[in-house]
């Protein structure tokens, strides 16, 4: 299989990104040993990255040589102010339900650690959740729907896949408002992948945790409690 320049550009992103999420799960199991128990339970933390990572890389192969997805792309800055304020408008959002419902106490990793769990959960959940599913699905439906166009087959995997979250989150007893947030918040990331790229789905999700489980999650506590 013979790899052009833009492919290796995507593959080149794809690895970095990831050995960066290696190296920073690396630092936190060093420093905090048992933080990943919550998310990974009794599963390593490197060896589930580590493998995360590779799966990733797996479906990207498929989905960048046909061109579906992209890690990265040249788009403009105009999209880093999209990821900024949709993910702070998203994030009061969800400050606002937590004023008026008042969410359980330990629903957030503490501060420090959250500063080195929350992108390393980011990149699992994007992959887990969003680039294995979409990928498969898309050439599942492509293959049996020879005769529709593939955009219109991407949007609808694209809702398929935004209810895999909000059906997981309905097991933790979360109410129908929260549900349906995180329902918004992952189609519109989804979206995000569609008309830009990997990195940018992550961005939106990351400065998304960074507001919403970082900083009040730490300032909560206080507030509420």
């Known amino acids: ?41 009794r599963a390593n933390p490197l060896l589930a990255v580590a493998l ?26 105009g999209r880093l102010l999209v990821v900024l304020a949709a993910a702070t408008l998203m ?21 420090p650690g959250s500063v080195l769990f929350y992108p390393v959960t ?7 959740l969003h680039v294995l599913p979409l990928t498969a699905l898309l050439l599942i439906l492509s293959g049996l729907l020879k005769g ?11 809702i ?6 909000p059906v997981l989150q309905i097991s933790y007893g979360w109410p129908p408002l929260v549900v349906l947030h995180i329902f ?12 830009y790229d990997f990195l940018t ?5 990351l400065v998304y945790y960074i507001l919403w489980h970082i900083l009040w999650g730490h300032f909560r506590l206080g507030l509420l409690f």
């Open 122 to 128: 980011a990149y699992i959940v994007e992959i887990l």
């Open 1 to 41: 299989m013979t790899i052009n320049t833009s492919e290796r550009v995507q593959y080149a992103a794809y690895v970095g990104l990831s050995l960066g999420i290696f190296a920073l799960t690396a630092l936190a199991y060093l420093a905090y040993p048992s933080l990943f128990q919550r998310f990974l339970s």
């Open 201 to 205: 789905m992550y961005a939106f999700r």
């Open 148 to 158: 529709v166009p593939l955009n219109t087959l991407a949007w609808a995997s694209i």
């Open 184 to 195: 918004a918040f992952n189609f519109i990331e989804l979206a995000m992948f569609k008309r």
């Open 160 to 165: 398929v896949v935004a209810l895999i979250e």
């Open 91 to 111: 994030a009061l959002v969800m400050i606002a339900l937590d004023l008026g419902a008042r969410f359980p106490r330990d629903m957030n990793v503490p501060f």
């Open 52 to 77: 995360v990572g590779i799966l990733g890389a797996l479906f990207f192969l498929l989905a960048v040589r046909r061109d579906w997805f992209l890690v990265i792309t040249s788009a403009g800055s």
